[in-house]
């Protein structure tokens, strides 16, 4: 597993290049905890200004089945993930 230690916006911009519609993620922010299928990837602009929501499909959730994460409005709640591609090698990320 490669593991990487990046700043808020790098984050950001790791999870925009290289995550697709059906890897899977744990994704640490604020006080949640989410680990699930990415279902869709949003960037469309929202109120004048560019977006990034995430759906995840939660794996064995009592909430609910799906959650959408708004990745620009938590981006500096954003703690860690583990980011599972289709193809190619496990990454953890810490966010420093």
């Known amino acids: 597993m490669k593991q990487l230690e990046l700043t808020t916006k790098e984050a950001v911009n790791y999870l925009k290049e290289n995550v697709k519609v059906h890897d899977k993620i744990i994704i640490s922010y604020n006080r949640v905890f989410a680990e699930g299928e990415v279902l869709n990837m ?54 420093i």
């Open 42 to 95: 949003d960037f469309s602009e929202y109120f004048g200004e560019p977006g990034f929501k995430m759906l995840v499909s939660l794996d064995e959730s009592q909430i609910g089945s799906t959650v959408e994460i708004d990745i620009y409005e938590f981006e500096d709640d954003i703690i860690e993930f583990v980011h599972y591609p289709k193809k190619g090698e496990e990454v953890d990320v810490t966010v």
